[in-house]
């Protein structure tokens, strides 16, 4: 029991930043984040003994945390408003150094960027977040449970939406 709270808080430490991001994309007010994200935290906990190394460990973190994200918003969808992001403040600056017009500029194409996302569906969404992330189609596929190849597709479509509504 020791050793698995131990890995468990190694999770938090490494993945909790990755987590409350994703969850960030789908749900508009801190509480409801913060509500969901120890919701996440309480599912991987509940299921780090069935992990079996079939995937990434971080594949497997990411598709329970989509999973329950998806699950929140739908429970949820009729109580409260899915998220806009119209607060500049929710957005942090990790690089302390960079000058005041600079944040600005990043926090303007940050807000920019959220918008196009919220207009997007559900998967969109998911796909978008993922790969945002950083990870690699093949993980996307393990996550959302399609082929590769769809992934790139879907990518590519969301791309050319998103970039017709910035136009």
Same mark, same amino acid.
């Given at each position: 029991? +020791?050793?698995?709270?131990?890995?468990?808080?190694?999770?938090?430490?490494?993945?909790?930043?990755? %987590?409350?991001?994703?969850? !960030?994309?789908?749900v508009?007010?801190?509480?409801?984040?913060? /509500?969901?994200?120890?919701?996440?935290?309480?599912?991987? !906990?509940?299921?780090? /003994?069935?992990?079996?190394?079939q995937?990434?460990?971080?594949? !497997?973190?990411?598709?329970?945390?989509?999973?329950?994200?998806? /699950?929140y918003?739908?429970?949820?969808?009729?109580?409260?408003?899915?998220?806009?992001?119209?607060?500049?403040? /929710?957005?942090?600056?990790?690089?302390?150094?960079?000058?005041? +017009?600079?944040?600005? %500029?990043?926090?303007?194409?940050?807000?920019?960027?959220?918008?196009?996302?919220?207009?997007?569906?559900? %998967?969109?969404?998911?796909?978008?977040?993922?790969?945002? +992330?950083?990870?690699?189609?093949?993980?996307?596929?393990?996550?959302?449970?399609?082929? +590769?190849?769809?992934?790139?597709?879907?990518?590519?479509?969301?791309?050319?939406?998103?970039?017709?509504?910035?136009?």
């Open positions: 029991m +020791e050793s698995k709270e131990k890995f468990f808080k190694s999770i938090i430490a490494d993945y909790k930043e990755k %987590i409350y991001r994703l969850s !960030w994309t789908f508009k007010d801190q509480t409801d984040r913060e /509500d969901l994200f120890q919701n996440i935290l309480i599912k991987i !906990w509940q299921n780090l /003994d069935s992990f079996k190394n995937s990434s460990f971080g594949t !497997w973190l990411y598709r329970i945390s989509l999973n329950t994200i998806l /699950d918003t739908r429970k949820n969808n009729r109580k409260r408003q899915i998220s806009n992001h119209n607060k500049i403040e /929710d957005l942090q600056i990790k690089d302390e150094s960079v000058d005041i +017009e600079g944040n600005m %500029i990043q926090l303007e194409r940050l807000s920019i960027l959220n918008k196009c996302i919220q207009e997007l569906s559900m %998967i969109e969404k998911s796909l978008i977040t993922l790969y945002l +992330e950083e990870l690699k189609y093949s993980e996307i596929a393990d996550i959302m449970g399609i082929s +590769e190849k769809s992934v790139g597709v879907k990518l590519t479509r969301i791309k050319q939406k998103m970039n017709k509504m910035l136009r």
